[in-house]
């Protein structure tokens, strides 16, 4: 069975309490053009398994006061040829070409229980970025989302 809405022009639905619905199984929302949602206090979204999100350009994430990002086992920021990896027992890695460290002030770099070696030729990479071929491999993602579109908006 099936319960099929249609308007040649534009749907608009007032709710003057609450709203809610189920979906036994999958849901598939497709929007030709932009979408924006205005939420006057707070919003939770709670995923069971994985969330993905994938930006065809750029994406923005912005907080007025705190910004916190979490995880029990590593987080890892990759861009072609550097990446930043923190892990759950405490290693930081930092893998790139060049970089730069500047205080404007003061700086310190601590070492509370052990050494610190710098210039260690003979040390390989902890972690190794993915390089040039991470954004060709996020821009193919996009084109095959939008591709299944196209063919999912066809057959209806």
Not at 70 to 75: E, H, N, P, R
Not at 77 to 99: A, E, R, Y
């Amino acid at each position: 069975e099936e319960v099929w809405l249609h308007a040649e022009k534009d749907q608009r639905i007032e709710v003057n309490n609450n709203e809610s619905h189920w979906v036994g199984n999958n849901r598939l929302k497709v929007i030709d053009k932009t979408e924006t949602a205005i939420i006057g206090e707070e919003r939770s979204l709670t995923v069971q398994m994985d969330d993905t999100s994938l930006a065809g350009q750029n994406k923005t994430i912005q907080a007025v006061q705190n910004l916190r990002l979490a995880a029990g086992d590593s987080i890892i920021l990759s861009c072609g040829n550097t990446i930043l990896q923190m892990t759950s027992d405490g290693i930081f890695n930092i893998t790139c070409k060049n970089f730069n460290i500047t205080a404007t002030e003061n700086g310190k770099i601590n070492t509370q229980s052990g050494q610190l070696d710098l210039n260690m030729n003979d040390r390989a990479a902890d972690i190794l970025p993915p390089g040039t071929s991470e954004k060709t491999a996020l821009q193919l993602a996009i084109d095959v989302a939008f591709m299944t579109k196209k063919i999912n908006k066809n057959h209806h």
